[in-house]
């Protein structure tokens, strides 16, 4: 439940689908996120008591969106065809995971300017590392899309042993770049004086990271071997 007398950054961090009202309302969750939501609200001349209601209504009750991109069940998935598990990691995993990786390079580059004097230690390696890991995926994604799964479409009963070989590599290559950027960012913990969008950037890069680990099992595990 969000309250008057709670901190923007808190409500940030517990509900992050706030950013997007909070941005419609002009309201500023990064420098002045120390700011109690009662004083920014009235600041700009809104009824905070309302305010407080939609957050609410929005994030926290009935009206609140569902989360969406969940998996499906494992047994659906293996009765999938060939083209048909295709299409769903086409559509679920490379569309998701190109807008994550859009998202977190801008956040990124953003928190890297803001926090490079206090946390160059942490944020130049993890930098580095994720753009390794984006141009891995987007290699790995149009090598997928446009060689290895229209052959796989035509050849679905035949041999793919080569390059199922070829992507399990890659996925191994991501898989030790991911374990890095874990490492490196202690499991995705924020330092204690980092704003909201120092939050917001792990976040997504553990949103990344998870959508990314489901997206090899499918591939590896259940697509491979069909």
Do not use: W
Not at 4 to 16: E, G, Q, S
Not at 30 to 45: F, I, R, S, Y
Not at 91 to 120: G, S
Request: proline share 3%.
């Amino acid at each position: 439940m969000i309250t008057n007398n709670m901190k923007i950054t808190d409500i940030v961090k517990a509900y992050p689908k706030a950013i997007e009202i909070f941005n419609d309302f002009h309201i500023d969750y990064c420098c002045g996120g120390k700011e109690l939501l009662e004083d920014a609200v009235e600041e700009l001349g809104i009824d905070s008591k309302s305010f407080i209601e939609l957050l609410n209504r929005k994030l926290t009750g009935e009206g609140a969106s569902p989360e969406k991109g969940q998996i499906l069940e494992v047994d659906k998935l293996m009765e999938m065809s060939v083209p048909e598990l295709i299409d769903y990691i086409i559509v679920t995993h490379h569309t998701k995971e190109r807008v994550l990786l859009a998202e977190v390079d801008e956040l990124l580059n953003k928190v890297l300017l803001a926090h490079y004097v206090h946390h160059q230690e942490q944020l130049v390696p993890l930098h580095e590392l994720f753009s390794d890991l984006r141009k891995e995926l987007q290699e790995h994604f149009a090598k997928e899309e446009k060689l290895i799964f229209p052959y796989m479409r035509q050849k679905a009963t035949g041999s793919n042993d080569e390059y199922v070989k070829e992507l399990e590599d890659e996925h191994e290559a991501a898989g030790n770049l991911i374990k890095q950027i874990e490492a490196c960012t202690n499991e995705f913990t924020v330092p204690k004086d980092g704003c909201a969008t120092y939050h917001l950037t792990f976040q997504k890069l553990h949103e990344l990271v998870k959508d990314i680990y489901i997206h090899i099992f499918i591939e590896n595990s259940l697509l491979f071997q069909k």
